[in-house]
Nanobody, 120 residues
Framework: QLQLAESGGGLVDSGGSLRLSCVPS????????IKWFRQAPGKDREEVAC????????KYADSVKGRLTISRDNARKTNYLQMNSLKPEDTAVYYC?????????????WGQGTQVTVSP
């Protein structure tokens, strides 16, 4: 059974940066698209970024374009979400997920989430 573990969250000032990591265990992520979601208190879960299994294609929500960068390193079995120019509205729990591809909504595996808090 594939399991995903996120890390790298924390408290940062507005304008600061964080890099989130997503590490699989139990199986490989090589054949899955990787997605990052976030959920702020009282709001629905929102997909913010996706990268295809090959790493060739990426997609971003309009709210994060130009500030967040998703990447994957299949050799190191690690996936990243680089977050720059953070804003208070980016405060949320961030989840790593594995899906078939970036155009298919179905998620096969979820991580437990990591908290990101951006202070004004």
């Amino acid at each position: 059974q594939l399991q995903l573990a996120e890390s790298g969250g924390g408290l940062v000032d507005s304008g600061g940066s964080l890099r989130l990591s997503c590490v699989p265990s139990g199986s490989t992520l090589d054949y899955y698209a990787i997605k990052w979601f976030r959920q702020a208190p009282g709001k629905d879960r929102e997909e913010v970024a996706c990268i295809s299994s090959t790493g060739v294609s990426t997609k971003y929500a309009d709210s994060v374009k130009g500030r967040l960068t998703i990447s994957r390193d299949n050799a190191r079995k690690t996936n990243y979400l680089q977050m720059n120019s953070l804003k208070p509205e980016d405060t949320a729990v961030y989840y790593c997920a594995a899906g078939r591809d970036c155009d298919t909504p179905k998620i096969h595996f979820w991580g437990q989430g990591t908290q990101v808090t951006v202070s004004p």
